[in-house]
DNA sequence: CTACGACCTGTAGCGGCTACAGGTGCAAGG
DNA sequence: CCTTGCACCTGTAGCCGCTACAGGTCGTAG
């Protein structure tokens, strides 16, 4: 292409596959790139740093909507960028507690299960409110 | 009703939504209960139980299809209930690593963030590639 | 000029529910 | 007996963040 990356160079750049990159369009996160006269997609450079954004704002578990809200503040907006991460870091820290809930829950109830054993269970019998 | 839970009743003892009773039988997680002269549906205590089955499963992250297979192995088969369980302790420990790694990064890309500051915020330029 | 891959649009599916809309059953109070 | 009002019924669409097609077109290297 004369100018600018396709939809597969710059799916790669950002580490995401090329529907990816489509939905984002789709649902406003990225702008509707101009298109070769064939109709393909041409980024540039700052639909690059767009598409970075997200991929590290979704690495840090933020949703496409506060991303989109992220993305609005980009230049300036420290108070309401930090008043994300604060929910943000709140959610991810109740989801670990869940998670540690279950593990600990599901350790114990699979304690003592073994091949061998063929009735008695002791997560089949947990499960089934024994 | 005369006798057997109504669904109301039946997912208030579970502890779900009335539409999660439903969409469990949609799915035949569930078997279809018989039905009143008027088409409700009527459940008994063997149900009851394997809804709570169910839920037990849920509250140790096990997904439906983990669940519809516990449910078949419920005499007998610690065998497979114990991989099962492995499998399941695996997965939530990755789930939690990720969390962790968010969490980590999050709060290291927010700190020093602060209301009064306008330009230039670490949580922005972390996520802008800085 | 042909072959082949990368691209295009549009639609449906995943998991596990949840939320309607628009209708019917049931039980209790008057 | 009749009304009220809640609980129930079916069916469908939506949530999130993609992913996976089908069936076609474009771009480029040989």
């Known amino acids: 292409m004369r100018d600018g990356l396709t939809i597969g160079a710059v799916a790669r750049r950002g580490g995401v ?3 990816t990159v489509r939905y984002y369009e789709r649902i406003g996160l990225l702008p509707p790139p101009p298109r070769s006269a064939g109709g ?3 980024y540039g450079e700052e639909d690059a740093r767009r598409l970075d954004f997200v991929r590290r704002g979704r690495a840090l578990g933020f949703g496409l909507e506060e991303i989109r809200r ?3 503040l980009e230049a ?9 991460a604060r929910e943000q870091l709140a ?7 869940e998670l540690r809930r279950m593990e600990r ?7 003592g299960c073994s091949a061998s054993r063929a009735a008695g269970c002791p997560l089949l019998r947990t499960l089934s409110g024994g």
């Not at 959610?91 to 507690?97: D, P």
């Open 17 to 19: 596959s090329v529907e």
């Open 91 to 97: 959610s991810l820290r109740r989801k670990m507690a």
């Open 40 to 42: 393909h997609r041409l």
């Open 76 to 84: 300036g907006g420290c108070g309401e960028a930090q008043l994300l």
């Open 105 to 111: 829950a599901l350790a114990g109830a699979a304690a």
């Open 70 to 72: 992220l993305l609005r």
